[in-house]
């Protein structure tokens, strides 16, 4: 019922922003600013959780655990494998490659400001962040470790780990515990926000834009896109049909590149909720830093942004973009590109595994 | 001719060592400095090379060719994959996992501290870091690519690259090249040393080590095992039969854990000479952060550190290492584990892709 909602508020988002997008076009800069002042959000420096508080010795144990391959069965992947921080979160490939080189069904989405987004994976079956770093580290072909006691095991041989925990979750009775190592990976994701030159024009600075970023902002809210990519992720709040006016799958076959896995057709939340409402249902994907997450869509089909850009209008909308209105829309999006935080891409060191600690496996 | 006479070499050091040890045992500290500064060597900030100057330019380069999966035909797999920057250069793996998880046959070695060696690979088989690092890309169960022209297409279609290139190679003709790849990975790989307190007791400081691990220093150079693991590296100088007294594989047997690759007898650099002198012949491996580095020997079938250290000194020397004394040489490889370059642990946002950027790829 309460996806059927969205769906809904999704829609009428669009019919509302197709009207301000009338009346905003060709606006001075000033009512521009206005307008996305009212549609989009500067991005928080963190985004905390009253029942995950974001410390810092949260967060730098978090990171730690992220960068960790030996929370994968084989020691081979960590959380950063598909959602690579040098490469803005994600993995740049179609679909994710997990334990014994499997392929996931689906393309990694980026972890930048993914704290933002009102529910987690394409088919937003988690709440949050806490939530879904559980997924991976048990899912059979990402990190393929048995069960939650193992995971638990491999970290609590570490004394540098334990020690860490401890100042983590000073209250905690057992420190180290599945739901905790979730935990600290959540509140360090929680602080991989990207501000980027559109905050500073949300901010107030009218020279933060040029002015054909300013005519792609105008024609991204012309259209409608911002029905759904709106807020402070420009996305991430919504579930929507992907294919409201066509199918998706005819509209993107011919993009398809030759090494995308064979998959089943993806019937999206339905898998989930098994509600024929939520029949081809996915989250809308944040719009901040798409310039560096192809290839795009939930199946990775589409490398080039100009493609996925004409497709959304076409499936969503019914309409095609033409080149002048294409390039200002380009132009905007780059300056969604953002700065990844600094102490996210500080590596950090690693505690030193024990004679205790579970080996790694290739089974 | 050159390896007959290394492991000559190291046979007489061996016994030059010994000689040496006893003159040296129960020596006060500041006679061990002196019999230590004889027979080891600090640790360079930089270990330049002629051929291949280490400039900044080259090794921000090298840095972010480094940590950039796209070297990998599949997208996935970097050099620090394999050598990871935030566990001491390796994988922690027995065998690595390379292109479709691919089991490789031989441990990796660390990237710390390697541009000491006198060759590269465990069978020595590469001069130097330049000529080593043309080898994995390439390598169709490590990086798959399919050939040079592939790696340069795909780095040359990257401007962000092609920028970096020219400010790295500003007198080459055509800066991105296979070997200007290499070169600049080269360069990153020759800032990697890890100073440690060990140094600083060459250095001069006597209050460096305790005296436990003086007393571990001590009983290292009197079992004679800086025959081989001499020099700055404590290891990486000389080409040695693995086995002198005593067949590896006789004395590791019962170590093999169930998860290592099924591997063919390793006969070492006889597979790269054909000479019956190298038969069982493997590259000494360098000390520096051993505490780090397990699981242990070219076929990382040893994990315990304490376990590899008895079967060395059963397989080389012919002796067994009493409680007391094997504590003692612990210790001192505490001192052994160094600082890892704070710029090597700073991830590079890599540069982005183009539309002609040769797509990833899981053939």
Same mark, same amino acid.
């Given at each position: 019922m309460k996806v059927v909602l969205s769906v809904l508020v999704a829609a009428l988002g669009v019919i509302a922003f197709l009207v301000i997008g009338v009346a905003a076009q060709d606006a001075a800069p000033t009512q521009l600013q206005q307008t996305a002042q009212?549609?989009?959000?500067?991005?928080? +420096?963190?985004?905390? !959780?009253?029942? !995950?508080?974001?410390? %810092?010795?949260?967060? %730098?144990? $978090?990171?730690?655990?992220?960068?960790?391959?030996?929370?994968?069965? @084989? $020691?081979? *992947? @960590?959380?950063?494998s598909c959602h690579n921080l040098a490469t803005y979160g994600v993995d740049n490939l179609p679909t994710s490659i997990g334990h014994r080189w499997a392929l996931g069904p689906r393309n990694s989405p980026t972890v930048?400001?993914? +704290?933002?987004?009102?529910?987690?994976? #394409?088919?937003? &079956?988690? +709440?949050?962040?806490?939530?879904?770093?559980? $997924?991976?580290?048990? !899912?059979? /072909?990402?990190?393929?470790?048995? !069960?939650?006691?193992?995971a638990v095991e491999r970290i609590a041989s570490m004394p540098g780990y334990v020690d860490l925990f401890e100042q983590a979750f000073p209250d905690a009775a057992e420190p180290v515990t599945y739901v905790s190592i979730a935990d600290a990976i959540a509140a360090f994701e929680r602080t991989l926000t990207t501000p980027d030159r559109f905050d500073d024009f949300l901010h107030g600075d009218l020279d933060a834009l040029s002015s054909e970023e300013l005519e792609g902002l105008q024609v991204f809210i012309n259209y409608g896109c911002a029905g759904c990519h709106g807020g402070a992720a420009l996305g991430g709040s919504v579930l929507a049909r992907f294919g409201m006016v066509e199918a998706y799958w005819e509209a993107t076959r011919e993009?398809?590149? /030759?090494?995308?896995?064979?998959?089943?057709?993806?019937?999206?939340?339905? +898998? *989930?909720?098994?509600?024929?409402?939520?029949?081809?249902?996915?989250?809308?994907? @944040?719009?901040?830093?798409?310039? &560096?997450?192809?290839?795009?869509?939930?199946? $990775?089909?589409? #490398? @080039?942004?100009?493609?996925?850009?004409?497709?959304?209008?076409? *499936?969503?909308?019914? &309409?095609e973009i033409p080149p002048d209105d294409m390039a200002a829309m380009m132009a905007f999006y780059q300056t969604l590109e953002g700065e990844i935080p600094a102490h996210a891409l500080q590596l950090p060191v690693l505690p030193a595994q024990s004679d205790t600690t579970p080996r790694p496996s290739n089974r």
């Open positions: 009212a549609m989009f959000a500067p991005l928080p +420096a963190v985004v905390d !959780n009253p029942d !995950n508080p974001v410390t %810092e010795e949260k967060v %730098e144990l $978090g990171k730690m655990l992220y960068y960790d391959p030996r929370l994968s069965l @084989s $020691g081979f *992947v @960590s959380c950063n930048l400001n993914a +704290a933002l987004h009102a529910s987690q994976f #394409w088919d937003g &079956r988690a +709440a949050d962040l806490e939530e879904q770093a559980q $997924g991976p580290i048990l !899912n059979p /072909i990402e990190m393929a470790i048995p !069960n939650e006691g193992f993009f398809v590149t /030759i090494d995308s896995p064979t998959m089943p057709m993806d019937v999206g939340r339905f +898998a *989930v909720t098994q509600n024929p409402a939520d029949l081809y249902v996915f989250k809308t994907p @944040s719009l901040r830093n798409i310039t &560096r997450t192809y290839p795009y869509f939930h199946d $990775g089909s589409v #490398w @080039s942004l100009e493609d996925a850009t004409q497709i959304m209008a076409r *499936v969503q909308l019914g &309409r």
